[in-house]
């Protein structure tokens, strides 16, 4: 009796440190939640969702810019301007970190920081330029691409391990159940 007491008392102080890890939080998890519920985070507003993005691109953006903007083609406007414009949301929205809009714009299925500040470039560009947003059709071709970025990588990739495997033959007469 004494000897399963002790068995006992053994595995119980030894689960001790498990439990207690397995229900520390992730630091960055932790972050993260807190991020994705602040309005202004380092200072800056972080817009809800893409209305309040595009406000917030016209509060932001000069007069001169926003002429400049609406001469140009929406694939010039994301080509030659994502390094610069582009970079400006994805660092002060905090897309790679994680922001309300962020997570606003992963439920409408972008889920590439990149893309993100991409759709809202193209998205601003036809508010400026009072065209329709078609946001589902714009949506469709980001969601294409990414469709089309993982077959690709699943084409380049290498099989790890292959097996085959024979079923075996029923029984002469049997109907193999």
């Not at 991020?35 to 917030?56: F, S």
């Not at 962020?102 to 920081?113: A, E, F, K, Q, T």
């Not at 071709?141 to 097996?163: D, L, Q, S």
Request: hydrophobic residues 35%; glycine residues 6%.
């Amino acid at each position: 009796m004494k000897l399963s007491h002790y068995i006992t008392t053994a595995f119980l102080i030894s689960a001790i440190p498990v439990l207690c890890i397995s229900q520390e939080e992730d630091p960055y998890q932790k972050k993260y939640e807190y991020r994705i519920r602040q309005q202004v985070l380092y200072g800056v507003y972080i817009p809800k969702d893409v209305t309040e993005a595009l406000v917030q691109l016209n509060k932001l953006t000069d007069e001169e810019s926003k002429a400049k903007l609406k001469t140009m083609s929406e694939k010039d406007v994301v080509d030659k301007l994502f390094f610069s414009f582009g970079r400006w949301m994805t660092y002060n929205w905090s897309f790679y970190e994680g922001s309300r809009l962020s997570v606003n714009l992963r439920s409408m299925g972008i889920y590439d920081p990149d893309d993100m500040a991409r759709f809202l470039m193209i998205v601003f560009h036809r508010s400026l330029n009072k065209k329709p947003l078609e946001i589902k059709e714009l949506l469709k071709g980001f969601h294409g691409k990414e469709k089309n970025a993982k077959a690709e990588r699943r084409k380049k990739g290498t099989v790890i391990y292959e097996e085959k495997r024979q079923r075996e033959k029923p029984p002469e007469g049997g109907n193999g159940n």
